[in-house]
């Protein structure tokens, strides 16, 4: 069983660079891949990044790819989003994820077990 908080969220300047971090909780934390997802008002959820237990391998959505970057301390059980950059069509509340997705899935929402509760990122322009 793993517990997922996020934190780090709110109001920011476009541009302006948060860092969401996650905690997790439960013993095998370090055996899951850890991903970010995020959903706009009005719109679908949607895949924003994951990386495997190693912390090697990251891999990103096209709207994420050299703006943000995901990361993960399994000593501190905590994964990272840090989003540079920012536009307001990020504003999203953006959730973290655990689970053992394949490959080829690795952008679909069933294929992780464990999510957080959710984190509001607004961006002002």
């Known amino acids: 069983q793993v517990q997922l908080v996020e934190s780090g969220g709110g109001l920011v300047q476009a541009g302006g660079p948060p860092r969401s971090p996650c905690a997790a909780s439960?013993?095998?934390?370090?055996?899951?891949?850890m991903g970010w997802f995020r959903q706009a008002p009005g719109k679908e959820r949607e895949f924003v990044a994951v990386i495997r237990w190693s912390g090697g391998s990251p891999f990103y959505a096209d709207s994420a790819k050299g703006r943000f970057t995901i990361s993960r301390d399994n000593a501190k059980k905590t994964v990272y989003l840090q989003m540079n950059s920012l536009k307001p069509e990020d504003t999203a509340v953006y959730y973290c994820?655990?689970?053992?997705?394949?490959?080829?899935?690795?952008?679909?929402?069933?294929?992780?077990?464990?999510w957080g509760q959710g984190t509001q990122v607004t961006v002002s322009s």
């Open positions: 439960g013993r095998t934390f370090s055996t899951y891949a």
């Open positions: 994820t655990a689970g053992q997705p394949g490959l080829g899935v690795i952008r679909r929402q069933g294929e992780y077990d464990y």
